[in-house]
């Protein structure tokens, strides 16, 4: 198994898991509720998240901020 941190967040994958099975599981872990009281974690984290994905598979993503942590990725 092997253990990896995201801020303060620390996933743990064994080998056999997929790729794509291992992102949805970690997004998944990823608090995005949004109780309408700017107080949540908001979206910022889980487009963070996805950003780094996406760079180390070589593309170029760019997270955008209608408002704070209310991120999206282009």
């Keep these: 198994m092997t253990a990896t941190r ?17 992102t949805l599981c970690d997004l998944i872990r990823i608090d995005t509720t949004n109780d309408g009281t700017d107080d949540g974690p908001g979206e910022r984290l889980a487009a963070e998240y996805a950003a780094t994905r996406l760079s180390n598979a070589g593309l170029e993503p ?3 901020e209608s408002a704070p942590r209310r991120a999206n990725l282009v």
């Excluded at 801020?7 to 898991?17: E, H, K, W, Y």
């Design 6 to 22: 995201y801020g303060r967040l620390r996933f743990v994958t064994s080998p056999t898991t997929s790729t794509a099975v291992e």
């Design 62 to 64: 760019l997270l955008l």
